[in-house]
């Protein structure tokens, strides 16, 4: 199968906000509106703010597959969200902002690990090795300019991801009870 990783376009906003919203929880998929606040939540910051730091997987048309995306500075990513993205939220669903400064009090805890990440495939491309590329070659780009450290902020033990991550090397750096925890790896 070909595929290639390379650095976001502004050709790939289609495609990474269709993958976006596919990998979301049923109970977004099931609500047009709050479909709509998943890529305010998790992808515009990313897009529109750090873009050097999101690379996406292609096909052999260069149409994105998947994507992975990164901050790598926690007070800029919180500044803008409550700057830009807690306002955007506002005029789609208010009650969405609720789940946001609580991702952002989660972030808090470890704060002291600058750069999170996201990363989604499309359903056809998932359990074919992409995933662990898409990781190593963030990791790569970020030990180039410098960063030692990468974390996942809130994944529930036992999920899919969960397996993905232990898999490729993070560890457990926070416990927020009920089986939520954040991964980290340094490098
Ligand atoms: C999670 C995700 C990024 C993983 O990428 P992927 O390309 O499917 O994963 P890989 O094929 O690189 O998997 C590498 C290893 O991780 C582990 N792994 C992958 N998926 C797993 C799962 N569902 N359960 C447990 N372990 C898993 C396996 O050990 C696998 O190695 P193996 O294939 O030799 O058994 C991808 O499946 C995805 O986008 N899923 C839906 C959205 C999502 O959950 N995003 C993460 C939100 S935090």
Known sequence: MFMKIRPYQTKDLKNV???CEETAFDSYKKDPVKLKTVPINFLDYFIEQEKEHVLVAVDEKDEAIGYIEATTSYPKFVQAMEQIYLPRLQ??????IEFEKRFLLALSCIEDWPSHL???LNGSYQHQGIGTKLIQALIDLLK???FHSLAICCC???SNSYGFY???GFKEIFDYGKGIVSLGIKF
């Open 166 to 168: 232990k898999h490729f």
């Open 144 to 146: 180039k300019e410098g």
């Open 118 to 120: 996201h990363i989604n």
């Open 156 to 158: 529930q033990q036992g």
């Open 17 to 19: 906000t269709d993958i």
């Open 91 to 96: 005029q789609i669903d208010p009650s969405e």
